[in-house]
């Protein structure tokens, strides 16, 4: 059973506009979440991360929102960069346990 | 940088044969994983270490063993390979975390993946 989901499979942006990403999970004893970036050909490479204490976290483009009460993750990234267009990946874990990852959104940021 | 790195980019096996997937990292990372990507699938666990000689098993483990001899080696090995392990395969490291968390605290490091095809 997948215990965090991204229901799009893919997204496609405009370059210089916002782009969306989703996550949703299930387990309520998750506290850290992390959103992992995938090139083709290449491993994913972490992005950014939010722990439960936290409702938003942000670096440079890159802001993760955390809504504890809806189970809910976000990722914006403004603005939008062709040079973003990949899979990205939500992942979330419970302490002393593993991660947990999403089935992955492909971002196409169209110039 | 963290760097990890898997021997091999692509792999072609036949069924019924051994296969040896290797992976190192070279940041003195305790904890390694092995993962496989499947479309639709999102990244599924199959077996992790942390600690040399030390392995527990993931969420897909059927199938596959692991050899952890050095610490910053860590090898996933098909018994005996079957099509339904044609994926690509993850291995990540991490270092311990914070906040008590031996293993889980801080963020994956992933190698480039390997794709093995089984026909």
């Known amino acids: 059973d997948q215990q965090v989901k991204q229901n799009s499979p893919s997204l496609s942006v405009q370059e210089g506009r916002i782009s969306i990403l989703n996550c949703d999970y299930t387990n309520s004893m998750f506290d850290y979440f992390l959103w992992y970036k995938k090139y083709p050909a290449e491993g994913p490479t972490f992005l950014i991360s939010i722990s439960s204490i936290k409702d938003k976290n942000e670096d440079g483009r890159f802001t993760v929102f955390l809504n504890k009460s809806a189970k809910h993750l976000s990722l914006h990234i403004v603005p939008s960069q062709p040079g973003d267009s990949a899979v990205y990946f939500c992942?979330?874990?419970?302490?002393?346990?593993?991660?947990?990852f999403g089935t992955g959104t492909s971002l196409t940021v169209i110039p | 940088d963290v760097k990890v790195t898997q021997s091999s980019r692509y792999l072609v096996k036949r069924t019924g044969e051994k296969v040896f997937l290797e992976c190192v990292q070279d940041m003195d990372h305790e904890n390694m994983f092995w993962y496989r990507q499947d479309p639709g699938l999102g990244l599924r666990l199959i077996y992790f270490?942390?600690?040399?000689?030390?392995?527990e098993k993931g969420d897909i483990p059927e199938g596959y063993s692991v050899s952890r001899e050095k610490k910053e080696r860590f090898s996933l090995i098909l018994e005996s390979a079957s099509t339904n392990q044609t994926s690509m395969y993850l291995c990540?490291?991490?270092?311990?975390?914070?906040?008590?968390?031996?293993?889980?605290?801080?963020?994956?490091?992933f190698g480039n993946g390997t794709r093995l095809t089984v026909t």
């Open positions: 270490s942390y600690d040399v000689k030390m392995k």
């Open positions: 992942a979330a874990h419970s302490t002393g346990n593993q991660f947990y």
């Open positions: 990540a490291s991490s270092s311990y975390g914070t906040g008590g968390s031996r293993l889980w605290n801080s963020p994956l490091h």
